[in-house]
């Protein structure tokens, strides 16, 4: 199995040091960074647009960026033409995901990564179908909507069936865990089938970023 991918999440981070915070994070051996994008009304919480994505996607790690959004064909252009490398909707927010993969997908000039996320009270066997069209299948741990929430540990039943069919069905989708995860829970997360974790308050608020990451890849 591959090495884990470790996704920093910028809402951890403090606005007026985003950049610094990147150069830290690439200098640590990162090579993804998680953007939260949400509306106020699929999530109860604001965060930020294309501009931002834009203004840091140049730093040269992959921009993964997750859309909590009410209407994500509408705004994926907008983040696609702002350097995003991966695309992830909510199945909550859409009605046909063969259909809105496909849309997101005509809107690159490049070929882009789509990902499909479940909330945590969706279930793993309602997508199961949908595995196949999705480079990125995102569970999430906590409610969207904060980070710094308790990881929910309904997510590891998940993430165990969703390895299980990705493996059977020879599928190259990435499995990619969003919420929660710490050094108390990050062994299990690994161990169900992980592929991608994403990680806000424990790495981004933690005083020893390096020994962080380190634990979780070695752990
Ligand atoms: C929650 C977001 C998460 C969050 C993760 O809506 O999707 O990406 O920032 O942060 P932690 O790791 O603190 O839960
Ligand atoms: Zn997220």
């Known amino acids: 199995m591959s090495e884990l991918i470790i996704a920093p999440s910028l809402l951890s981070a403090n606005s007026s040091n985003f950049a610094e915070a990147i150069i830290s994070l690439r200098n640590l051996g990162c090579k993804w960074l998680h953007y939260d994008i949400m509306d106020g009304h699929f999530v109860p919480n604001l965060s930020f647009g294309p501009q931002v994505v834009k203004d840091l996607s140049s730093y040269g790690l992959y921009n993964d960026v997750h859309l909590m959004i009410t209407d994500p064909v509408k705004y994926a252009s907008k983040f696609i033409q702002a350097g995003a490398d991966n695309i992830t909707i909510h199945y909550e927010a859409i009605k046909d995901p063969i259909l809105v993969q496909q849309q997101i997908r005509s809107m690159s000039k490049k070929p882009i990564s789509v990902g499909l996320s479940i909330k945590p009270r969706t279930r793993i066997e309602d997508i199961l179908d949908y595995v196949n069209y999705f480079d990125v299948i995102l569970i999430m741990s906590v409610e969207p909507g904060f980070s710094g ?54 790495l981004m608020t933690n005083d020893h970023p390096d020994q962080a990451i380190k634990y979780m890849l070695e752990c």
């Open 149 to 202: 929430q308790e990881f929910l540990p309904n997510a590891l039943y998940k993430i165990e069936v969703l390895r299980k069919y990705i493996d059977k069905h020879h599928l190259s989708t990435l499995i990619e865990v969003d919420g929660g995860i710490n050094d108390t829970n990050i062994q299990q997360v690994k161990q169900k089938g992980a592929d991608v974790v994403v990680s806000g308050k424990y």
